[in-house]
């Protein structure tokens, strides 16, 4: 049977614009067509009804579209945006782009909660036995855990793509993200027990030495799929207390042009990963990692991150959008909403 026959109108022409000698075909047209959309009969139910060959049946359900005799529409339920959705896609060489419905007077708490719900729901969706699912930090993918409910996964293992950022005990770290999220899919949790940014490079590479540390590390080139949030640098109050990122690698980065970051590796508003000595300060996943996957799932929204999210998109990295209508109209319309 065709499928989304529910959330579509299907309107079946009766033309006799041709001449007479031809009319058996477009009869035939119609007729096949109106035992599949209207009368709900399979090919091969219309096949042997009419002492036709299957392939055939199909091959008149194609001319019959091509022709104009059916015209299928999409008529999507109140609050989906899929038109906002494919000119994403298009807009941005995206894979996939999700887009939810927010009342424009919720705060940007509530925004994320509703993408972060969004979120957890594509990750079920897509989810694979076996998967390795990585994870960075921030509070979109937070909210993200928070919303998926405990659901027995089969085999399958969330690792965690940079160190701990922020206060320990804060919801957003990412070891508790990692760790939350593998108890909610009955998965093996990979985490890297060290934080994200560290003292100088010699500490970082004494670390990378750790074997727990280069378990996790190991682990980011074969990642099946990887869920981040996207930052932004003027907004994010974690990246500019002085504390999380010190304020003279904070100089550095701002001379650099940086206008946001994917899992603390920064860019500037072209997209383009912008080099400064933090690099060599951090544990996680590379700028070359994340170019090189297949499948790396965005989260974010709101107006203080639009620039931000617009250049994540040009740089090319994320395959999968997941945001809310506000911001997606702002991304397309180049505007801050």
């Given amino acids: 049977m065709a499928s989304g026959v529910r959330l ?26 109106t035992l599949y959309y209207i009368g709900q009969q399979t090919q091969q139910q219309i096949a042997d009804r009419l002492r036709l060959s299957r392939p055939r049946i199909s091959r008149l359900l194609a001319d019959a579209q091509e ?46 909660r509703h993408i972060g719900a969004a979120g957890a729901e594509h990750l079920w969706r897509t989810l694979m036995p076996g998967d390795s699912i990585g994870l960075a930090w921030g509070t979109t993918l937070e909210a993200m855990v928070q919303a998926m409910p405990p659901r027995a996964a089969e085999r399958i293992t969330v690792v965690q793509t940079l160190g701990g950022i922020g206060p320990p005990d804060h919801e957003a770290y990412a070891a508790s993200i990692a760790r939350r999220l593998a108890t909610a899919l ?6 890297l027990p060290a934080p994200g940014i560290v003292a100088s490079p010699g500490v970082r590479d004494a670390l990378r030495a750790d074997p ?25 109050p974690l990246l500019t207390d002085g504390q999380t990122i010190p304020t003279k690698a904070l100089k550095e980065l701002q001379r650099a042009g940086a206008i946001g970051d994917i899992a603390l590796r920064f860019f500037d508003v072209s997209g383009r990963f912008v080099r400064t000595s933090l690099d060599e300060r951090i544990l996680g996943i590379t700028p070359e990692q994340l170019q090189r996957h297949k499948r790396v799932v965005a989260l974010a ?7 931000a999210m617009r250049a994540a998109l040009r740089a090319g990295v994320v395959n999968v959008l997941i945001t809310d209508q506000a911001t997606a109209r702002a991304l397309l319309n180049g505007t801050n909403g």
């Fill in 8 to 33: 579509s109108r299907v309107r079946i022409f009766f033309r006799h614009l041709m001449p007479r000698r031809a009319a058996p075909d477009l009869h035939l047209l119609t007729k096949v067509s």
């Fill in 67 to 112: 022709r104009g005799i059916v015209q299928i529409t999409i008529a999507p339920p109140t609050g989906l945006h899929t038109e906002l959705e494919s000119r994403l896609e298009a807009e941005f060489g995206l894979e996939e782009a999700m887009v939810v419905e927010v009342d424009g007077r919720e705060s940007d708490d509530m925004v994320r």
């Fill in 186 to 191: 009955d998965a093996a949790p990979v985490l």
């Fill in 212 to 236: 727990h540390v280069q378990a996790a590390l190991g682990r980011l080139d074969a990642l099946d799929v990887i869920y981040v949030g996207i930052g932004s640098l003027s907004s994010n």
């Fill in 301 to 307: 929204g709101g107006k203080k991150k639009i620039d």
